[in-house]
């Protein structure tokens, strides 16, 4: 699963959102480092829907104009529970590791919030 | 952002529309008012004066603007899921890139041999003339070979001194291993150097004034090398796998079908007879086309339809690199003749290959299942 997928996936786990309200959601989500150009969201939204991870859940008038929002199919929810722990354990691992002692590179040992795991020596 | 869109829109929102048009109609149908109204929404500030302005005035952003040519690439060149018009495009320009790939990687290959042989290192074959008129890393690339990795080529109007960096056409080899093996960004990246020493050896040709009346070259480099870099968009991430083994097969089936007859060629003394790449091309599309149309005949199946369609493609190239390199071999009768059997045979053998094609694009199935009613 892609980062961009990853983000369009959470940004629907808390309940259906409009195409716009995904862009939006997503940039909040990445801290502004994913912004969604509308091309490429409508092309992961096609690809999402057609794997069925996602589906259209209603049309809301807005401004004149019809807003379709999205919500997470069952599949789109273990897909995304999924991913979420392998991301969520791969970090957990990687701030083990940078938690090791590196006195070769010069740096602090951080506190990292959690206990560090045993070392030899 | 807020504002009356519905009173407010303008030419923002028409010149978003148009930029639509790049898309696929099946997809309009299901996506695009739900895609103009997210992007006039992306657009707007919530200041009613500045919004109107907006609408009014600006345009789509070329990075919005690529987004959607993205998706209309990955659209009409489908992959696994797409309507079956579009899948046997995309199926149809990923075999064509193939094949051209394969046609070069077995070039760069073959290369080496000739290499060998105008070295001396091939002992079991007559010695070859000095100087031999060799295929070394690109079939643009031809001259005398005082090393492998520097060349200078002789012209009439004098010698030109080509670098090292020439050896980046063996890249050839880089890219077609990687996309058969699924590895799309390596190939992407080995093409587009690969791509390079043709345009260079060109230009230097240009720069000197040399030949400057030719077209042919240049429509070759941007049909055999150009061309194939940019289609390689077409391996994206829906599009299914490359079938491995005989793609891979195919390699060592193509060095022995193409060099060996070259290479004996040039050994007894007929050089003349060893076609370029645009002639040799023709050849074999048109084999090829013979043999799909006994395959086409014998079972149908979607999967025949985009080969043919394959063929087509690489006909059109190989029919249109034929005839601009024929337009400088006018005045040799041998070439002019060649060339136009070349030709002939070309048109006769896609012409057993069109209708399958054609069949190919067939009906436009149902939607998706997924896909929000239009």
């Known amino acids: ?121 | 952002m807020s504002g009356d869109l519905d009173h407010m829109a303008g030419d923002l929102e028409l010149r978003y529309r148009r930029a639509l048009r790049l898309l696929p109609r099946y997809y309009r149908d299901h996506w695009e008012e739900d895609m103009v109204s997210a992007f006039l929404e992306s657009s707007l500030t919530g200041d009613p004066d500045e919004d109107e302005f907006i609408l009014e005035f600006s345009r789509p952003s070329w990075p919005e603007l690529a987004s959607v040519a993205a998706l209309a690439v990955r659209l009409y060149l489908g992959g696994t899921g797409a309507p079956r018009r579009y899948l046997a495009w995309g199926q149809a320009v990923r075999r064509a890139v193939l094949a051209v790939l394969l046609l070069r990687t077995v070039l760069v290959l073959g290369s080496f041999v000739f290499l060998a042989w105008t070295h001396h290192l091939l002992g079991w074959l007559p010695a070859s003339p000095a100087p031999v008129a060799s295929v070394v890393t690109s079939p643009l690339v031809r001259g005398p070979l005082p090393a492998p990795l520097n060349l200078t080529l002789a012209t009439s109007g004098g010698a030109i001194e080509t670098a090292p960096w020439y050896a980046l056409g063996y890249a050839y080899i880089v890219v077609y291993v990687a996309l058969v093996l699924g590895r799309y960004r390596t190939a992407k990246l080995f093409a587009v150097l690969a791509a390079g020493p043709d345009l260079v050896y060109l230009l230097q040709l240009w720069l000197a004034d040399h030949q400057p009346q030719q077209i042919g070259p240049w429509v070759g480099w941007i049909l055999f090398s150009l061309v194939p870099v940019l289609a390689l968009a077409a391996f994206h991430r829906d599009a299914p796998p490359v079938a491995r083994r005989p793609w891979l097969l195919a390699l060592p089936a193509g060095f022995i079908l193409v060099t060996v007859p070259s290479l004996a060629l040039e050994v007894y003394g007929h050089a003349r007879w060893v076609p370029g790449y645009p002639g040799l091309g023709c050849i074999l599309v048109a084999v090829a086309c013979l043999v799909q149309a006994a395959r086409a005949r014998s079972r149908r199946t979607d999967d025949s339809g985009a080969w043919s369609l394959a063929l087509i493609l690489l006909a059109a190239a190989f029919g249109i690199m034929r005839i601009a390199f024929l337009a400088g071999q006018l005045h040799d009768s041998f070439l002019r003749t060649g060339g136009v059997i070349q030709l002939v045979v070309l048109a006769a053998a896609v012409a057993l290959v069109a209708l399958d094609g054609a069949r190919a694009q067939g009906a436009m199935p149902p939607p998706r299942v997924g896909y929000p009613s239009a």
């Open chain 1, 1 to 121: 699963m892609t980062w961009q997928a990853f983000f369009v996936l959470t940004a629907l786990a808390d309940g259906p959102r409009h195409g716009y309200g995904i862009v939006r959601e997503v940039a909040e989500l990445s801290q502004g480092k994913v912004q969604l150009k509308i091309g490429s969201l409508y092309g992961l939204l096609d690809r999402l829907s057609s794997d069925r991870l996602i589906e259209p859940d209603r049309d809301e008038p807005h401004d004149g104009r019809l807003r379709r929002y999205y919500r997470l199919t069952r599949d789109g929810w273990g897909a995304l529970e999924q991913e979420a722990d392998l991301r969520a354990a791969t970090a957990h691992v990687a701030r083990a590791k940078l938690s090791l002692p590196r006195p070769e590179l010069g740096l602090p040992r951080p506190d990292l919030g959690f206990p560090r795991p045993e070392t030899a020596g």
